[in-house]
């Protein structure tokens, strides 16, 4: 399925090799990694399109479904399930039901997903006439072509995902190797800073930014450096912290925003990063101060500039006794591309899975 601008495999979890060094090695024969074509598997070449999807019934008193997530790298047969994505969870609520874990409802159903990966309730509610999943519609989001029916998700118990906290720091700002950034935890652990500060505009191409080596050395420092801070440890081989740059709007925008995966630039936005720096962007004293003009209590749209256009976050806050984040919502799509089979090598799933795994 595509979910909002990343696609993968959704997979049954109990289809799957229980342990976490088997399902690697399974997944990462399903996508091909290990090549920068993905060229022996269903992978795109790039990282939003080698993530993976594990649904199950929920056991939890609020969800209706489990979504265990994995990120695969494209060419180091590297799986990391520290992460969440909430551009693939916007395929959830569809995959869901399709696969009958949830009853669909007539015209709208409300899907209750627990991420595993981080512990956060998102609210989905998924279009569905005639109690069948309806996939074509008037929703446009940038980075995708086309329209589609709305997704909407409504993000819960997102601060502090990774570390437990807003700030795993405990400051709004830190300085590292001469630059102020913003470490904070909601939905994604992101490191933050000003694009200026890093001697860039901010409003460079993914393509422009891969391109500048110099940069991504100096950032890849920076996120080590702040992913220590945060208490994540050596994150050299980790995903998270993700890193993220603000700047100044210049289309009709909030705020200019860049993120990366973190070694290459995102092409549009990831979910979860879209609500940390949205909050970012609302928390007086962090690095995006004196770059828009932050409203003083929620609910706001927020309207994050991306290298494919823009996303708008709906944020829930009050700022009495400090920021305190109530909800995130944003607006989605989703397509089921194909269903049926993936094959594994038989040695890869006789090691890991067995015979019946």
């Given at each position: 399925?595509?979910?909002?601008?990343?696609?993968?495999?959704?997979?049954?979890?109990?289809?799957?090799?229980?342990?976490?060094?088997?399902?690697?090695?399974?997944?990462?024969?399903?996508?091909?990694?290990?090549?920068?074509?993905?060229?022996?598997?269903?992978?795109?070449?790039?990282?939003?399109?080698?993530?993976?999807?594990?649904?199950?019934?929920?056991?939890?008193?609020?969800?209706?479904?489990?979504?265990?997530?994995?990120?695969?790298?494209?060419?180091?047969?590297?799986?990391?399930?520290?992460?969440?994505?909430?551009?693939?969870?916007?395929?959830?609520?569809?995959?869901?039901?399709?696969?009958?874990?949830?009853?669909?409802?007539?015209?709208?159903?409300?899907?209750?997903?627990?991420?595993?990966?981080?512990?956060?309730?998102?609210?989905?509610?998924?279009?569905?006439?005639?109690?069948?999943?309806?996939?074509?519609?008037?929703?446009?989001?940038?980075?995708?072509?086309?329209?589609?029916?709305?997704?909407?998700?409504?993000?819960?118990?997102?601060?502090?995902?990774?570390?437990?906290?807003?700030?795993?720091?405990?400051?709004?700002?830190?300085?590292?190797?001469?630059?102020?950034?913003?470490?904070?935890?909601?939905?994604?652990?992101?490191?933050?800073?000003?694009?200026?500060?890093?001697?860039?505009?901010?409003?460079?191409?993914?393509?422009?930014?891969?391109?500048?080596?110099?940069?991504?050395?100096?950032?890849?420092?920076?996120?080590?450096?702040?992913?220590?801070?945060?208490?994540?440890?050596?994150?050299?081989?980790?995903?998270?912290?993700?890193?993220?740059?603000?700047?100044?709007?210049?289309?009709?925008?909030?705020?200019?925003?860049?993120?990366?995966?973190?070694?290459?630039?995102?092409?549009?936005?990831?979910?979860t990063g879209a609500q940390c720096l949205a909050v970012c962007a609302l928390t007086p004293g962090s690095v995006a101060d004196g770059i828009l003009d932050r409203p003083g209590e929620g609910p706001v749209n927020i309207i994050l500039e991306h290298p494919s256009g823009a996303m708008e976050v709906h944020?829930?806050?009050?700022?009495?006794?400090?920021?305190?984040?109530?909800?995130?919502?944003?607006?989605?799509?989703?397509?089921?591309?194909?269903?049926?089979?993936?094959?594994?090598?038989?040695?890869?799933?006789?090691?890991?899975?067995?015979?019946?795994?």
């Amino acid at each position: 399925m595509r979910g909002g601008t990343s696609r993968g495999p959704y997979f049954r979890r109990e289809d799957l090799p229980r342990e976490l060094e088997g399902l690697s090695d399974v997944l990462i024969a399903v996508l091909g990694s290990g090549h920068p074509l993905n060229i022996d598997g269903i992978g795109g070449g790039a990282a939003v399109t080698t993530k993976v999807a594990m649904l199950s019934p929920s056991d939890d008193e609020w969800a209706d479904v489990d979504y265990f997530f994995a990120q695969v790298s494209v060419e180091d047969r590297l799986v990391d399930y520290k992460p969440t994505c909430g551009n693939i969870l916007s395929g959830v609520g569809p995959a869901a039901i399709e696969m009958g874990i949830v009853e669909p409802a007539e015209n709208v159903t409300e899907v209750r997903i627990r991420a595993v990966n981080t512990d956060a309730r998102v609210l989905a509610k998924v279009a569905t006439p005639g109690r069948r999943v309806r996939y074509d519609g008037e929703a446009r989001i940038d980075g995708v072509p086309g329209t589609a029916a709305p997704i909407t998700l409504k993000f819960m118990d997102v601060v502090g995902s990774s570390t437990g906290h807003l700030l795993p720091t405990g400051r709004l700002r830190d300085e590292i190797d001469g630059v102020e950034v913003t470490c904070m935890d909601v939905a994604m652990p992101l490191v933050i800073a000003r694009a200026s500060d890093l001697g860039v505009r901010g409003d460079e191409s993914s393509r422009e930014l891969d391109a500048d080596t110099a940069f991504f050395s100096r950032m890849e420092a920076i996120r080590v450096e702040g992913g220590k801070r945060m208490g994540m440890g050596d994150v050299t081989q980790s995903v998270t912290p993700k890193f993220g740059l603000v700047s100044p709007a210049n289309a009709g925008g909030s705020i200019a925003v860049r993120y990366f995966m973190p070694w290459k630039t995102h092409p549009s936005m990831a979910v979860t990063g879209a609500q940390c720096l949205a909050v970012c962007a609302l928390t007086p004293g962090s690095v995006a101060d004196g770059i828009l003009d932050r409203p003083g209590e929620g609910p706001v749209n927020i309207i994050l500039e991306h290298p494919s256009g823009a996303m708008e976050v709906h944020v829930d806050y009050s700022i009495g006794n400090g920021f305190q984040l109530h909800s995130v919502g944003l607006i989605r799509t989703a397509r089921k591309l194909a269903e049926g089979n993936v094959f594994v090598p038989r040695k890869t799933w006789n090691n890991q899975a067995g015979d019946t795994g």
